[in-house]
């Protein structure tokens, strides 16, 4: 009888476990336009002060499973119900800041993540072609510190790491045991709730258990690796700086 108490008790935690690893979280990505150092140029005090107010947002979900995940552009729903641990402060509340929201077709991006076998997946359109960026998950090596604060319900913990060149600070909540975050990001013991990478910010919106999800896993486009595919971004705006110059 002790047996059978003890497999049943198994038999839930296990069960419970494995609803805690599916969730759906709504993160709002906000963007500072990259000047490349020529706010300096702009002699009107008024025009560039506009100009480093400007952010551009962006809803996006992550639907994560059993260490799978798609992060995809949210599609608009209206009077849709969210989770109200996370209520956190949106862009569109920041005092003196210029907000501009912007859509996109769901289809046109979606990154895919294997945690355990560090796959990643990424469909993009560049220039009218499709391609399917490939490569390996980046490993972050993220440092964890001792600093916490409470975000919504969750109190989350700060990591933080440095990837070309560039510092990423994360704050992730480690009660929600899924070791996943936005667009590339992951690999700490928790998700991450709020991440900045030079001028981008995500901010988790809302966090839900979701059992009742499905990971797509691109398979279309030319195959490229993430080096080569940001090659050709590089030299696709070149192009268009040209054409403007000219």
Known sequence: MRKIVLLTAVFMIAQNFLFAQTYTVTYE???????????????????????????ITTPYQLLHKDGF?????????????????????????????????VGANKASSV????????????????????????????????????ETKTVGNYVCKKAVTVDNGNEITAWYAPSIPINDGPDEYYGLPGLIIELTDGNITYNALSVQETPDISIVKPDKGKEITRAAYQELKKERIEAIKQQFNN
């Open 69 to 101: 995940s798609n992060f995809v552009v949210k599609e608009d729903t209206e009077n849709e119900a969210g989770d109200q641990t996370l209520a956190l402060e949106s862009a569109q509340t920041k005092a003196n800041v210029r907000v501009v929201k």
């Open 29 to 55: 990505k906000e963007q500072k336009p990259d000047l490349g150092g020529q706010l300096g140029l702009i002699k009107d005090p008024a025009l560039r002060k506009q100009l480093e107010s400007r952010v």
């Open 111 to 146: 990154v895919y993540k294997d945690m355990a076998n560090k796959v990643y997946l990424k469909s993009s359109n560049l220039a009218g072609k499709g391609f399917l960026i490939k490569d390996t998950l980046e490993d972050y090596s993220w440092k964890l510190t001792e």
